[in-house]
């Protein structure tokens, strides 16, 4: 009987620990929404969040700071992006930001958000991967495109700025800095932060 109650207090922990609950009133973390769906007809593979690094799993944490609710601030070094919610909290998604020599920092806003955008790859960039070229008139969107499920297009007093908030389907490359720029969410998480980000959000990007 002794082993019978032990076996279900440790599943009861192991299930709080998925869920992602804690005893601070203030974290909490979204493991457990890593799962395959269809979205807007197509198919998101799963992820396999356990390969994931837990720092980099989107989470709820205390985060204080002076920008108001709805505002992005993009932690390059840390590779965190953090979108502001009231009383001190932030939700906060893990990242893959620009490799060597693609790095940026700045203030923009989000002008457009489209879903499974087309993606266009910029001269300079074929210039670097000519086997780019086929794609010069616009990549279709799709499980395999480069911008994921979905684009924030950050635009600043000049227009539009040529970064991007996106999706991927290189869940590996988060964490990581591999981007030519351009800031990459997993697939589920650009999803959720797509469905709460507003347009005219300020992004800072550190």
Known sequence: MRL????????LALTTALAGCSTDGVSRMFSNDYGGRVD?????PTIPISKVPR?????IVRYETNEKPGTVVVDTGQKFLYLVQPDGKAMRYGIGVGR?????QGTARIAVKREWPVWTPPPAMIKRQPELAKWSGGMPGGPKNALGARALYLFNKGGDSGYRLHGTPEWNSI???MSSGCIRLMNQDIIDLYNR???GA?????
């Open 197 to 199: 980000v507003e347009v």
């Open 4 to 11: 019978k109650s032990l076996a279900i207090v440790a599943a």
């Open 202 to 206: 300020k992004v800072i990007v550190q």
């Open 40 to 44: 807007a007809g197509y198919q998101l």
């Open 175 to 177: 964490g990581k800095a």
């Open 55 to 59: 720092q980099f799993h989107r989470q």
């Open 100 to 104: 060597e020599g693609f790095e940026w």
